[in-house]
């Protein structure tokens, strides 16, 4: 059985990712190890955001080429948003033979079968449909309390600022059934905390259900697991998950609502939805709504 091994950088729907990634693979009969010196295939699941998070990673990939100097026959593998961005630069490097962006990890088994003939490998399509609703997420989580449900993909605000639509592609949102069912598993599994995860949950939307729906449907069918959710734009957030969050005591009293700046001039050139007077009347309305 060949091991599998898999550095996460940045946000948490990567690590999310990383959950449906080590899925996949194990279907394929792949087995999960923390020892990098005794993988067969290493990878490391991507950031973009910022240059930081690209530099760090490409110093790692001289690690993980160490590795397979000592070893022949160890692979290589860059997943996520880098992967997504860089595309063939990686593959020409010589250090890489698998990228993979993050709507192609369905195909990472028949990739690696692949890599593993000598010929690199790359998928980087992005996709209008694929939201991985289907599997079951590996936890990582070592505490066992915590866990990560991803309930939308992409994002269509094309910050001026920021790489996410072009890394992670359009919005699509999950079938709300697939979120209550893992909802449902997390909560057969012991985890007392679920956080849901988007881009930009607010702009969930799925047939005639949104977040505000949503955010009560998880709410109910697991009232003693508390939730979460990250992350909200200001625009977006409505009155009705607001409300949502105050008639459930179960949804945690806490809201990550970015600013980004107090000035308009600066917003409008952000391209943000928003003015400084949106932002603070959003504020004002939460501690109304939720005192």
């Not at 998950?241 to 600013?259: E, Y």
Request: hydrophobic residues 35%; aromatic residues 6%; negative net charge.
């Amino acid at each position: 059985m060949k091991k599998v091994y898999i550095e996460t950088y940045g946000c948490q729907m990567n690590v999310a990712d990383t959950e449906v990634i080590f899925s996949i693979l194990s279907d394929h009969g792949f087995e999960r190890t923390e020892d990098i010196s005794e993988a067969d295939v290493i990878m490391a699941n991507t950031c973009s955001i910022r240059d930081n998070a690209e530099q760090r990673i490409l110093g790692r990939i001289e690690q993980f080429n160490i590795q397979k100097k000592n070893r022949p026959g160890v692979l290589i593998g860059i997943l996520g948003c880098m992967a997504e961005r860089l595309k063939e630069k990686l593959l020409d490097s010589g250090k890489v033979d698998i990228v993979s962006g993050p709507d192609s990890y369905r195909k990472l088994p028949e990739l690696i079968e692949a890599a593993s003939g000598g010929n690199p490998q790359m998928d980087v399509i992005l996709s209008r449909e694929e939201t991985y609703a289907d599997i079951s997420p590996v936890r990582l989580d070592r505490n066992g309390v915590s866990a990560f449900i991803s309930i939308m993909r992409g994002c269509n605000n094309e910050c001026s600022y920021c790489v996410v639509p072009y890394t992670r592609g359009a919005e699509r949102s999950r079938d709300w059934k697939t979120i209550i069912r893992e909802a449902c598993e997390c909560r057969s599994a012991g985890y007392k905390e679920i956080t849901l995860l988007g881009q930009n949950v607010d702009s969930y939307k799925f047939e005639d259900v949104d977040f505000a729906s949503l955010l009560d449907k998880v709410a109910l069918t697991v009232p003693e697991v508390r939730i979460r959710f990250s992350t909200s734009n200001p625009q977006d957030i409505s009155d009705a998950v607001l409300h949502t969050m105050a008639a459930h005591p179960n949804i945690c009293h806490h809201i990550h609502l970015p600013v980004q700046s107090g000035s308009d001039r600066i917003l409008e050139k952000m391209r943000r939805r928003y003015s400084r007077q949106w932002y603070l009347d959003r504020v004002e309305k939460i501690h109304e709504i939720i005192p």
